[in-house]
């Protein structure tokens, strides 16, 4: 992974707004280009929902993808690219039994049996989206008021590095993304449906 393609925060609101806000500034940026934060003190989900982590055991991130030759009715590709990013990468620690629980909760939760690993909140602009991602790895547990959320470490009873789960999903965005790009989506659309 190109490490220019990283930013890293120690604390802010929200990634998605940050990164957004920089684009509205006029701030030049890459393909792929992403913001990490330790600690987001209001990461935003679906429907209004916060997303909460504790600095260290998960990763909390937003990704820049210019998806300008998207149609409108195509944007959803986007979330079904995105989906199945972080469903590969996941999968790539998990025996093959483990893989066969991961699924996708419609539009882009992704769980683990009937349990939550990650969120992904995606802003859909003219020509560019911006993909927000929490994704669980080194939890051991969660408060009361998350009851379904699960870690990669709790499945896997292994502790990783969150900069190495990071590039790895990286890894299968660069692998996914030349063919998205040029509009072939429907490989990475039958896996979404499949999960």
Same mark, same amino acid.
């Given at each position: 992974?190109?490490?220019?393609?990283?930013?890293?925060?120690? *604390?802010?609101?929200?990634?998605?707004?940050?990164?957004?806000?920089?684009?509205?500034?006029? @701030? *030049?940026?890459?393909?792929?280009?992403?913001?990490?934060?330790?600690?987001?003190?209001?990461?935003?989900?679906? @429907?209004?929902?916060?997303?909460?982590?504790?600095?260290?055991?998960?990763?909390?991130?937003? %990704?820049?993808?210019?998806?300008?030759?998207?149609?409108?009715? *195509? *944007?959803?590709?986007?979330?079904?690219?995105?989906?199945?990013?972080?469903? #590969?990468?996941?999968?790539?620690?998990?025996?093959? !039994?483990?893989?066969?629980?991961?699924?996708?909760?419609?539009?882009?939760? %992704?769980?683990? !049996?009937?349990?939550?690993?990650?969120? /992904?909140?995606?802003?859909?602009?003219?020509?560019?989206?911006?993909?927000?991602?929490?994704?669980?790895?080194?939890? !051991?547990?969660?408060?009361?008021?998350?009851? /379904?959320?699960?870690?990669? @470490?709790?499945?896997?009873?292994?502790?990783?590095?969150?900069? !190495?789960?990071?590039?790895?999903?990286?890894?299968?965005?660069?692998?996914?993304?030349?063919?998205?790009?040029?509009? #072939?989506?429907?490989?990475?659309? #039958?896996?979404?449906?499949?999960?």
């Amino acid at each position: 992974m190109d490490t220019s393609l990283l930013e890293f925060i120690d *604390q802010v609101e929200s990634t998605n707004t940050y990164l957004t806000e920089q684009i509205a500034s006029g @701030r *030049q940026l890459p393909q792929l280009h992403t913001v990490v934060c330790r600690q987001q003190t209001a990461g935003r989900g679906m @429907r209004g929902n916060s997303w909460t982590s504790r600095p260290g055991d998960s990763l909390t991130f937003s %990704i820049l993808l210019r998806s300008d030759l998207l149609q409108g009715k *195509q *944007q959803f590709a986007v979330s079904e690219l995105a989906s199945w990013a972080v469903m #590969r990468t996941y999968a790539s620690y998990m025996t093959d !039994e483990q893989k066969t629980k991961l699924k996708v909760k419609w539009p882009n939760d %992704i769980f683990y !049996e009937d349990r939550k690993l990650a969120g /992904i909140l995606i802003e859909q602009h003219v020509d560019y989206s911006v993909i927000g991602i929490g994704m669980n790895i080194n939890d !051991e547990s969660f408060p009361p008021e998350l009851p /379904i959320a699960i870690s990669l @470490r709790m499945i896997t009873g292994r502790s990783l590095e969150p900069m !190495e789960v990071l590039i790895r999903l990286h890894e299968q965005l660069a692998l996914l993304l030349p063919d998205f790009l040029l509009g #072939r989506y429907m490989d990475v659309h #039958r896996h979404y449906m499949k999960h």
